[in-house]
């Protein structure tokens, strides 16, 4: 019998996807964690391990969209993948600068260009992300569904 996942913040997990997606020193030199999506993502993390809670101050507002970085698309797609099935489908109780939501949306701009919508339903997202994004929606659809 299968293991069921457990909804919720996995940070070690997050943090393996966002090491796994970090380019490191051998293209940035040193982490400019405000600058960079990834970075900015491991902040959000190190002070979520440090003081456990659902939201991060300014955590949306903070993203830096402006980190033009080429990143692997197969890390970020399975980094989505991941963050999905940590997120509790919280529907109308979804909030914007809830951690889960802020790493999903620096790995958006990271794969995809922008921060795309989130109506607190992995599906519904997944759905609306294949009539944009058809390709990249498919690799994370399939990767999600193998977790």
């Known amino acids: 019998m299968s293991e069921t996942h457990k909804k919720g913040f996995d940070a070690d997990l ?3 996807d966002l090491e ?3 380019r490191g020193v051998e293209v940035c ?3 400019h964690e405000t600058h960079c999506l990834i970075g900015y993502a ?3 993390v190190e002070n979520y391990k440090q003081a ?8 949306v507002r903070n993203i830096p969209t402006t980190d033009f970085k080429v990143f692997e698309n197969v890390e970020l ?3 989505i993948a991941h963050i999905l099935k940590e997120c509790k489908d919280c529907k109308e109780d979804h909030t914007e600068n809830c951690i889960i939501n802020v790493i999903r949306n620096c790995y958006e701009v990271g794969l995809l260009g922008d921060i795309q919508p989130y109506e607190g339903s992995s599906l519904q997202y997944l759905m609306a992300l294949k ?10 659809a399939a990767i999600y569904s193998t977790l």
């Open 42 to 44: 491991k902040r959000c």
């Open 131 to 140: 009539a944009d994004f058809p390709e990249r929606a498919d690799h994370i």
């Open 29 to 31: 030199g040193q982490c």
């Open 20 to 22: 796994n997606c970090c």
């Open 77 to 79: 797609e399975t980094a």
């Open 14 to 16: 997050v943090t393996a």
């Open 52 to 59: 456990p809670k659902k939201n991060v101050p300014g955590g």
